[in-house]
Antibody
């Protein structure tokens, strides 16, 4: 059974940092693209960042470029999102999701809440 | 950047109704369009990928169509468990979600 379990969320002040993790199991992690998608309270879904199966290429939405870093450890089957210089508009539930290049986001974790507030 | 315009934003229908939800891309995305269902308090679930391919385990009352810029998700006979918000996703160039359609029972 495919499982994606996010952790590392919480309350953080504006300008500070937070690192999210996503532990994967039930599939060959190194075969899949991985991504983070977020959802602000009562809002829609917003793609944040993606990483290829090898980790050789990364992609970011414009609003997080230079502040967020996506990475992965295939030996540990774990995806990460380092979030620096956090802003109130980054407040959201962050979902970890996997996929293939032309079948993206086929399984999702349950999400982890990040609240940026003073 | 590719923009995705989803309509309607809100939909009320009766059990057994045929329901259609639309997504329009700001430019040609070929057939690289997915549909997701998100129930209250849950993670999204993939229903349809690449415009018309049904994900494993999804009931056959769900179907997708379209190519280029215009796409449709159809529920052939609405069931109570289909109450949810539905999102489209383009993956032709990076990834962009539509704004969502909240589906309720009349």
């Amino acid at each position: 059974e495919v499982q994606l379990v996010e952790s590392g969320g919480g309350l953080v002040q504006p300008g500070r940092s937070l690192k999210l993790s996503c532990a994967a199991s039930g599939f060959t992690f190194s075969n899949y693209y991985m991504a983070w998608v977020r959802q602000a309270p009562t809002k829609g879904l917003e793609w944040v960042a993606s990483i290829t199966n090898s980790g050789g290429s990364t992609y970011y939405r414009d609003s997080v470029k230079g502040r967020f870093t996506i990475s992965r450890d295939n030996a540990k089957s774990t995806l990460y999102l380092q979030m620096d210089s956090l802003r109130s508009e980054d407040t959201a539930t962050y979902y970890c999701t996997r996929g293939l290049r032309r079948v993206p986001f086929d399984y999702w974790g349950q999400g982890v809440m990040v609240t940026v507030s003073s | 950047d590719i923009q995705m315009t989803q309509s309607p934003s809100f939909l009320s229908a009766s059990v057994g109704d045929r329901v259609t939800i639309n997504c329009k891309a700001s430019q040609n995305i070929n057939r690289y369009l997915n549909w997701y269902q998100q129930k209250l308090g849950e993670a999204p679930k993939l229903l349809i990928y690449n415009a018309n391919s049904l994900q494993t385990g999804i009931p056959s009352r769900f179907s997708g169509s379209g190519s280029g810029t215009d796409f449709t998700l159809t529920i052939s006979s609405l069931q109570p468990e289909d109450v949810a918000t539905y999102f489209c996703l383009q993956h032709n160039s990076l990834w962009t979600f539509g704004g969502g359609t909240k589906l309720e029972l009349k």
